[in-house]
């Protein structure tokens, strides 16, 4: 007797994440795996271990309660190097492929201008290219999305700024992810690829990293409430900002994944506010007065700055559907709590008799 025939399961979806490990990384990985992708993320070969913010998101494929729940595994390789990636592209086989990987930090590029533009700018091109080779191979259609940054908008004087807004980069940073999205743009448009940009405004959270100003400020004003630290040293505290909550932002970037046809979207709350102000909302949730403690350091200035940024997604909500959830004073309450936590467990090794480690050194 012929054993039944028993249909096979529907293959899951498979993305590839460049810079899965850094907050935006994460994010979209833990939203992807919720909707039953299979995630594959690029990790640089390191002596230390930088999986931190995503640790949780590991799951045993024999563990119970395993089943129907999307898997995770991590590769290494590094996104300036086009062999790895090309291989890996092809041994992985990915239905999207996200590219978040780059030199982020504004500041540092100014200290580091080759490094970021091979990392932010070749890297992306390395990756396109990539992407593009196994479509050609294998006749299968990937679907590509470039983390472009609202930097790239720099000293123009529209306001607020739109896809339509020129570009005028101020950082060797910007002027990485201008290069980035523009060969994204041009293998759209001479190769046919599926590649949209996401032109993301600032977006923060918990996981943000300790040199970034919105953590920095949150880090230092909760070791600040319990005795742990002195002052808060800051460069530019006129500089506006539109910041947002990066779980919402990866939300925008896998919708434009699931659009026809693929093209470029602003990212953004639509309400700005002054590094001063933000600082001033975080120390009065600790019920402080942020003048009291705050210094000016012109180490953290930016040797040509960006004053203004704030961004009009009104297009993105018309044709994805997008819209932010969380407001800005949400974000704050969520990264004072959190760090306010790590702070306290600070304190509590400090008395034990164990020296805190000051927080890294930061970015404005």
Aim: with cysteine.
């Amino acid at each position: 007797m012929t054993a039944p025939a028993y249909p096979t399961p529907p293959r899951p979806k498979v993305a590839l994440i460049t810079g899965i490990t850094g907050q935006d990384g994460s994010y979209l990985a833990e939203f992807l795996l919720a909707k039953g992708y299979e995630v594959h993320g690029i990790v640089r070969r390191a002596s230390l271990f930088n999986t931190a913010r995503i640790d949780h998101l590991y799951t045993d494929p024999h563990a119970s309660g395993s089943a129907g729940r999307g898997r995770m595994t991590l590769h290494h390789g590094d996104i300036t190097d086009a062999n790895i990636l090309e291989r890996l592209v092809r041994s992985i086989g990915p239905d999207e492929v996200y590219n978040l990987a780059a030199q982020s930090h504004v500041r540092v590029s100014f200290e580091m201008p080759i490094h970021t533009m091979e990392s932010a700018g070749g890297g992306a091109l390395k990756l396109l290219e990539a992407v593009r080779d196994y479509q050609q191979v294998s006749g299968r259609a990937v679907r590509f999305y470039q983390a472009s940054s609202s930097e790239m908008f720099g000293a123009v004087a529209e306001t607020p700024q739109r896809e339509t807004t020129p570009f005028r980069p101020r950082s060797p940073y910007a002027i990485a992810k201008l290069a980035a999205h523009f060969a994204t743009v041009n293998y759209r448009e001479a190769y046919g690829l599926h590649a949209s940009c996401g032109i993301l405004f600032n977006h923060e959270s918990p996981r943000r990293g300790e040199t970034f100003v919105t953590r920095k400020i949150t880090r230092a004003a909760t070791r600040i409430s319990l005795g742990l630290q002195d002052a808060l040293y800051l460069g530019n505290l006129d500089a506006e900002r539109d910041w947002g909550f990066a779980g919402d932002y990866v939300r925008a970037m896998w919708l434009m994944l699931q659009q026809d046809t693929p093209d470029d979207y602003v990212i953004a709350t639509g309400t700005s506010m002054t590094v001063r102000e933000f600082s001033e909302r975080v120390f009065a949730r600790l019920g402080l007065r942020a003048a009291d403690f705050i210094r000016i350091d012109p180490r953290y200035l930016r040797p040509a700055e960006v004053e203004r940024l704030c961004g009009d997604a009104s297009r993105a909500r018309r044709v994805l559907g997008w819209v932010p959830t969380t407001t800005i004073d949400d974000l704050i309450a969520m990264m004072v709590d959190s760090d306010l936590d790590l702070a306290r467990r600070e304190r509590t090794l400090r008395d034990a008799g164990h020296e805190p480690q000051p927080p890294a050194a930061h970015e404005r």
